[in-house]
């Protein structure tokens, strides 16, 4: 059995608004071991992204426990988790938030700049490579709005990746993207799953689910089912299908 | 995350608002420029003064009569008695601090030649009179001891009082003039002092030996001051007290009894109106230190939009593992370099104003270093002090609350 990445047991997410308290997450008890691609599935509104936002330590939940790659996160300080988030945790977000005005290579850098223990040198090396294994070795010097935007998602993908995580969560990353370009993005997960890593993938299109190993359904804050995904489909075959483009 | 890091991210921000941020540093650069210039101008004016005041004679200590004054309240009750040539004799025997000493009559009047005529004070002192008051004569000569002997009438002529009653073609020496309708020869024209800092012509003067002021002119016995000169400007104090024991001894006061004279010197004067100019460069300084205040609140509010305009950059940071501290530190380190970098620019046009303002007045106006590294100082802590809200306020935010905002 390989060694589990996310242990989650009895968690609950409440949120006050007013008078009113939204149970985002009641009771969720999940498990993903390494080299899992966990698809995390459900309506709007079912607490897709409160998961993974507490799955990325940005958020705290109202009970229950969280144990990352062995480290139970719910006694952490502030600063603890800011380290946890850049050693363990690599994310990708639907609007890709990549920093205006800043060159690719210097977006993939920025976690890598509170990593005392990464020199300037190695930095810029492990930036390029990281670039380079998602295809943009030669838009380093572009600026995001002269990128695209499944080229911003892919520079965005490198910089989840330049700190080598244990997991990347990823929400929605191809909300954006038409569907050659969501394919595209997801046969560089499939990519980076084949060679081992552990992925956790948010999305409400059940044809990108196909592209994982496993899927979990949310609906009202609770897991209603999950499963193992019989044969995922590969996105880079998928691509060759499509039909060309012609204007 | 690292200093140099940090500065270069606070730097490329900054580079992105170019235009804002040079007018959020525009109160600093007024602020600085104003300090710089302000204590540039006190300090000048204070070294004009003290060059005045140190050209009206070599380490002069003059003996005036009256007793001790404060603010023009005469202290206690003893009674003034009228200096006569005999205490500049005492003087001149009992005092070896002292290398010169003159006695001085003065007296006004209305001097006329041919057919112009200029109200002016005949000053009457020793041959070494002039070496007292450092007065150099610029051609001619000065009266000599038998002249002063004989209350020879001759003068020496200041420069304003030639070119009134002669014009600049007339050589005035060799001339006779009228002082109060007593003929007096020209012997010598003075070389040119300008005005002092008070507004006074130095130049509007005659001056002749004293016996002539005295008995030719006013027609008195005693004399108005005694002049002299200590042999350097440390030997004033004990100048001082050689010569009030002198004159105490001339006067034959008896001990306890309060002087019945007064003695100042320049040394005295300097630090008087020093600390008068002091007292105004303080207030012209603080006056531009709340421009400087004011700087300081401009870059407070352009930090906190720059807060809120950059709060998912916040959340985006802390998400690849920014801590508070690094948060806090890029912004700090942002607002430190806007008032920086606004204090050198500030240095900058100080300087410049500052000998712009010295050619227009002719002050020595000096930059004072300090003024220049205080500014420094006063700059990084403004950018620390008012950066430190709303860099605090960036660092406290919740990691998904920044970076769900919109
Ligand atoms: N910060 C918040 N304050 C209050 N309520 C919140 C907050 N965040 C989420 N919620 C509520 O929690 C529930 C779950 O939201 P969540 O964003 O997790 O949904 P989701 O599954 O990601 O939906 P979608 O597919 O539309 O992104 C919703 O009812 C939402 O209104
Ligand atoms: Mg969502």
């Known amino acids: ?247 | 995350m690292n200093i140099t890091n940090l500065s270069k991210i606070a730097l490329s921000a900054l580079m992105r608002n170019k235009f804002r941020a040079f007018l959020t540093m525009l109160g600093i650069i007024i602020g600085v420029a104003s300090v710089i210039a302000m204590l540039a101008i006190g300090e000048g004016s204070k070294k004009s003064i003290q060059q005045q005041i140190s050209s009206m004679g070599s380490n002069l200590v003059m003996v005036m009569p009256g007793s001790q004054m404060m603010g023009g309240v005469q202290q206690g009750n003893a009674s003034s008695k009228a200096l006569e040539t005999r205490d500049v004799t005492a003087i001149r025997e009992a005092c070896p601090s002292i290398t010169a000493v003159s006695p001085e009559v003065r007296g006004g009047g209305q001097v006329v030649a041919g057919g112009n005529n200029w109200p002016t004070t005949f000053y009457g002192g020793d041959v070494n009179y002039l070496d007292i008051k450092k007065v150099e004569v610029k051609a001619g000569r000065m009266f000599t001891e038998q002249e002063v002997n004989a209350a020879a009438k001759v003068c020496l002529i200041g420069q304003t009082v030639a070119d009134n009653l002669f014009g600049t073609e007339v050589d005035p020496v060799g001339q006779t003039i009228r002082f109060r309708n007593i003929p007096v020869k020209v012997i010598g024209l003075l070389e040119e002092k300008g005005e002092n800092t008070f507004g006074m012509d130095q130049d509007d003067l005659l001056i002749g030996p004293y016996t002539t002021v005295q008995k030719r002119i006013l027609a008195i016995t005693h004399i108005n001051a005694i002049l002299s000169s200590a042999v350097s400007e440390e030997a004033t104090t004990q100048a001082v007290t050689e010569i009030t024991a002198a004159m105490r001894a001339s006067h034959r006061q008896a001990e306890g009894e309060e002087d019945d004279f007064q003695i100042r010197t320049q040394a005295e004067l300097v630090s008087t109106f020093s600390s008068i100019s002091d007292i105004l460069t303080t207030l012209l300084g603080a006056i531009s230190a709340i421009s400087l205040l004011v700087g300081g609140i401009g870059i407070m509010n352009i930090m906190y939009v720059s807060v809120t305009e950059r709060t998912r950059e916040i959340g985006l940071r802390m998400s690849t593992g920014g801590r508070g501290r690094d948060i806090l530190m890029q912004f700090l380190i942002e607002s430190v370099m806007l008032s920086v970098i606004g204090g050198i620019f500030g240095i900058v046009l100080g300087v410049v104003a500052s000998s712009v303002i010295g050619n227009l007045t002719g002050w020595p106006i000096a930059v004072m270093p300090e003024a220049v590294a205080l500014s420094f100082v006063v700059c990084t802590a403004i950018g620390i002090f008012f950066g430190w809200y709303p860099a605090r306020k960036a660092a406290n935010l919740n990691p998904i609350d920044a970076l769900r905002f919109e």
Do not use: W
Not at chain 1, 131 to 155: E, F, K
Not at chain 1, 221 to 227: E, F, L
């Open chain 1, 1 to 247: 059995m390989k060694k589990e990445i996310i242990s989650i047991h009895q968690l609950r997410k409440d949120f006050h608004v007013g008078e009113v308290t939204v149970h985002a997450l009641r009771s969720v008890d999940l498990s993903i071991r390494e080299g899992d691609f966990v698809a995390i599935m459900g309506t709007s509104g079912s607490g897709k992204s409160t998961m993974l936002n507490i799955l990325g330590c940005l958020d705290k939940p109202t009970s229950g426990s969280y144990l990352l790659d062995g480290t139970d996160v719910s006694n952490l300080s502030k600063n603890e988790l800011a380290r946890l988030r850049n050693l363990k945790l690599g994310f990708v977000f639907q609007s890709y938030n990549l920093l205006p005005r800043t060159s690719a290579l210097e977006n993939v850098e920025l976690p890598l700049f509170y990593n005392n223990s990464v020199k300037p040198r190695e930095r810029r090396e492990r930036a390029m490579a990281a670039l380079g294994a998602v295809g943009l070795a030669d838009r380093v010097h572009h600026m995001p709005n002269q990128l695209s935007g499944g080229q911003q998602q892919r520079v965005a993908i490198a910089r989840s990746l330049v700190n080598d995580p244990v997991v990347i969560l990823a929400d929605e990353a191809t909300g954006n993207l038409d569907t050659r370009t969501s394919y595209e993005i997801m046969a560089l997960f499939q990519d980076l799953n084949a060679k081992g890593k552990t992925i956790v993938f948010v999305t409400h299109e059940p044809e990108i689910a196909g592209f994982t190993t496993r899927n979990v359904h949310f609906r009202d804050g609770s897991i209603v089912k999950q499963h193992a995904v019989e044969n995922p489909g590969s996105a880079r075959e998928m691509l060759t299908t499509l039909p060309v483009e012609t204007d």
